[in-house]
Nanobody, 117 residues
Framework: QVQLVESGGGLVQPGGSLRLSCAAS????????MGWYRQAPGKQRELAAIITSGGSTNYADSVNGRFTISRENAKNTVALQMNSLKAEDTAVYYC???????????WGQGTQVTVSS
């Protein structure tokens, strides 16, 4: 059974930094893309950042230049370094992986990030 365990969320002041981590286990397939989505209260879930198995990255315009996504293929982990955080970054952040075999996406349970003074 595929399991994604996220960590690193919390409360931070505007301008601060947080690092989210996600460890995937239980797969019987290779992972293609890994990424982070976020969902703010009253809004739809949106892509924050994604990284392919080859290391290509894509960021939402709103986080580009402030967030950095990275992954360790051998450990099936993905991280999101978030700098210069703003109040509008407040959301539940979800880790996701995509199966290279079926194209199905798997999701973590989410971790809360709150940016507030």
């Amino acid at each position: 059974q595929v399991q994604l365990v996220e960590s690193g969320g919390g409360l931070v002041q505007p301008g601060g930094s947080l690092r989210l981590s996600c460890a995937a286990s239980g797969m019987l397939f290779k992972i293609s893309a890994m990424g982070w989505y976020r969902q703010a209260p009253g809004k739809q879930r949106e892509l924050a950042a994604i990284i392919t198995s080859g290391g290509s990255t894509n960021y939402a315009d709103s986080v580009n230049g402030r967030f950095t996504i990275s992954r360790e293929n051998a450990k099936n982990t993905v991280a999101l370094q978030m700098n210069s955080l703003k109040a509008e970054d407040t959301a539940v952040y979800y880790c996701t992986i995509k199966s290279a075999t079926t194209g199905l996406n798997y999701w973590g349970q989410g971790t809360q990030v709150t940016v507030s003074s």
